[in-house]
């Protein structure tokens, strides 16, 4: 059981616009950064989205980051198919004084 | 351009000790905390800890009991130790910089197995 809450699916077709939700609490999101991961099969998680809403060089800007109270959302616009993969949320938690992840959302792209 | 590269043994009984350790390569030591997350198959990722290269750490608590991470910064190195593992500890074991865990190592599949 993760500490972060994120739909374990989500699917959408080539140039739909999707959210992916991460719930947490007062503790992790509520009072410290966001931050999202994508991962390919197979491959090592890549930092997609920082600091709840900013972007690392050469992450497009079709993915974009919002944060409100104790819940966030990853938004991909245009969606492609080499956007298939899982994404994950994670954020500090105060109250474990350690870092906490979503269980994470495998995306399809129909 | 800032690598990490990890390594340590893949295949492990029961009641041993896991290591691994992580190199950094390019960029600077100080400055961050240096990160262990693991991902067994199929599942989610959990962080295990973190260590700055004053070795100051933070722990997850349901592993802090079983888990040394210590570091070497005359190596820009760090590691990690897992004690008494069981099949639950199977999982690849990534090291990974904070920053926002902006750089990750490539992964090391550990396998619990008698």
């Known amino acids: 059981q993760s500490v972060l809450t994120q739909p374990p699916s989500a699917s959408g077709t080539p140039g739909q616009r999707v959210t992916i939700s991460c719930s947490g609490s007062?503790?992790?999101?509520?009072?410290?950064?966001v931050y999202w991961y994508q991962q390919l099969p197979g491959t090592a998680p890549k930092l997609l989205i920082y600091?709840?809403?900013q972007r690392p060089s050469g992450v497009p800007d079709r993915f974009s980051g919002s944060k409100s109270g104790t819940s966030a959302s990853l938004a991909i616009s245009g969606l492609r198919s080499e956007d298939e993969a899982d994404y994950y949320c994670?954020?500090?938690?105060?109250?474990?004084?350690?870092?906490?992840f979503g269980g994470g959302t495998k995306l399809t792209v129909l | 351009q800032v690598q990490l590269q990890q390594w340590g043994a893949g295949l492990l009984k029961p009641s041993e000790t896991l290591s691994l350790t992580c190199a950094v390569y390019?960029?600077?030591?100080?400055?961050?905390?240096w990160n262990w997350i693991r991902q067994p198959p199929g599942k989610a990722l959990e962080w295990i800890g973190e260590?700055?290269?004053?070795?100051?750490?933070n722990q997850n608590p349901s592993l802090k009991s079983r888990v040394t991470i210590s570091v070497d910064t005359s190596k820009n190195q760090f590691s990690l130790r897992l004690r008494s593992v069981t099949a639950a500890d199977t999982a690849v074991y990534y090291c990974?910089?904070?920053?926002?865990?902006?750089?990750w190592g490539q992964g090391t599949l550990v396998t619990v197995s008698s």
């Open positions: 990974a910089r904070s920053s926002g865990l902006d750089y």
């Open positions: 390019g960029g600077s030591f100080s400055g961050y905390y």
């Open positions: 260590i700055n290269d004053s070795g100051s750490t």
């Open positions: 007062s503790s992790n999101i509520g009072s410290n950064n």
């Open positions: 600091r709840n809403a």
């Open positions: 994670a954020a500090w938690d105060d109250s474990l004084s350690g870092r906490v």
